[in-house]
C-alpha cells in the first residue's frame, strides 16, 4: 500500500508537467485548426464586445459551434503538393542526419567507453564543451566556416574545377543544413550510447573470441544488440527536434533549405495564418509520434523475438 501510494507520489510531478506543457497546448492547438483565420490574422474570435455594457459576450453556444469551425485549413493542406513535399523534404532531412549521427556517434561513444578511466571524463568534457557557448554563435560560425571567401570552400572549388565543373558554393544550400544538423545534434547521440556501451560485460567479447568468432563477428553479434536501446534513445533525441528545426535552416540553409519549422514559424509570425500553422504543427507532432510509435513497436518485436 504504501509503495503504491509512493510511485503515484512519485508519477504526479511528471504527470502534471505533461499535462500542462503537452497535452493542454496540444489541445489548443487542435482547436485552432478548425477555426476561421481572423480579419487580421490570428483567429476569428469567439466573442464581441456589447456596445450597452462595453463588456465581451461570448458569442459561441453549443448549437452554433459548428459555425465557427471549418476544414479549410486541411483542405488547403492536402491540395497543394507543396506543404507534403516540405513535410517529406523535412523527414529526408532529419533521417539523413540521424543516420549520420548513429555513423559518427557510434565509434567516438565506443572509444569513450573503452578509454582508460583517467582519460573518459576529459573526452566526455569535449563531446559536451560546444553547450556551454550559445547556440546561434556557434551556427553564425557556420557561416563564415561554409561561406565563399573560406578556406573550405576554397579547397573544395580547387577540387571540383580541376575535374572540369564550375565552382560550387556550400551556404545556403541543403548540404550546409544537414552539416550543422549533425554538428548540433551528434553530442545527442553519443552521450547515451556511452551511458549504454560502458555497462556492457567484456567476458562476453572474451568468450565470443575464445569460441572463434571474428572481430566483426563479436561487433555484430553481442555488442550492437545490447547497445541497440542506446541507439534508440539517441535516434529519438536527434531526430524529433531535427524534425522541426527552424533556426539552422533560416541562417544557412537559404530557400533551398527550408523545412517545416521554417513554414511553421512563418505562418504564426509572419503571415498570421495560425489556423494552418496549428494544422502543419499538427501534422508535425503527429508525424513525431507516428515514428516513436514504429520505434517503440519495432523494439517490443525484437524483444519478444528474444525472449520467445
Not at 89 to 111: D, E, F, R, V
Not at 117 to 142: E, Q
Not at 269 to 298: K, N, Y
Amino acid at each position: 500500500m504504501h509503495d503504491r501510494l509512493g510511485k503515484w507520489l512519485l508519477s504526479w510531478p511528471p504527470l502534471v508537467y505533461l499535462l500542462v506543457f503537452f497535452l493542454i497546448p496540444s489541445l489548443i492547438m487542435m482547436f485552432a485548426a478548425f477555426r476561421y483565420p481572423g480579419d487580421y490574422g490570428g483567429l476569428m474570435p469567439l466573442t464581441s464586445e456589447d456596445p450597452a455594457t462595453g463588456k465581451l459576450v461570448v458569442d459561441v453556444t453549443l448549437a452554433t459551434l459548428g459555425d465557427y469551425l471549418t476544414l479549410e485549413s486541411f483542405a488547403r493542406l492536402v491540395d497543394e503538393p507543396l506543404y507534403i513535399e516540405l513535410f517529406i523534404k523535412s523527414l529526408w532531412y532529419a533521417t539523413l542526419t540521424t543516420l549520420i549521427c548513429i555513423a559518427m556517434g557510434y565509434p567516438l561513444a565506443w572509444l569513450i567507453a573503452r578509454s582508460p578511466k583517467k582519460f573518459r571524463d576529459l573526452l566526455l568534457l569535449l563531446v559536451i564543451l560546444p553547450f556551454w557557448s550559445n547556440f546561434l554563435i556557434r551556427i553564425y560560425a557556420w557561416m563564415i566556416l561554409l561561406g565563399p571567401q573560406s578556406a573550405l570552400t576554397k579547397v573544395v572549388n580547387l577540387v571540383v574545377t580541376a575535374f572540369g565543373h564550375e565552382p560550387v558554393s556550400l551556404l545556403f544550400t541543403p548540404f550546409a543544413v544537414i552539416v550543422c544538423l549533425v554538428y548540433v545534434h551528434l553530442p545527442f547521440m553519443v552521450l547515451p550510447l556511452y551511458a549504454n556501451l560502458e555497462k556492457h560485460d567484456l567476458a562476453l567479447l572474451d568468450a565470443a573470441q575464445d569460441l572463434g568468432a571474428t572481430a566483426w563477428q563479436r561487433f555484430w553479434k553481442i555488442t550492437w544488440p545490447l547497445s541497440l536501446p542506446g541507439v534508440y534513445a539517441g535516434a529519438a533525441l536527434v531526430f524529433i527536434p531535427a524534425l522541426g528545426m527552424f533556426a539552422v535552416p533560416d541562417i544557412i540553409g537559404g530557400t533551398e533549405g527550408i523545412m517545416i519549422g521554417n513554414l511553421i514559424k512563418q505562418q504564426f509570425l509572419e503571415t498570421r495564418d495560425w489556423p494552418f500553422g496549428a494544422v502543419l504543427s499538427i501534422m508535425l507532432t503527429g508525424g513525431v509520434l507516428l515514428m516513436a510509435a514504429l520505434a517503440a513497436a519495432v523494439s517490443r518485436g525484437k524483444k519478444k523475438v528474444k525472449h520467445g
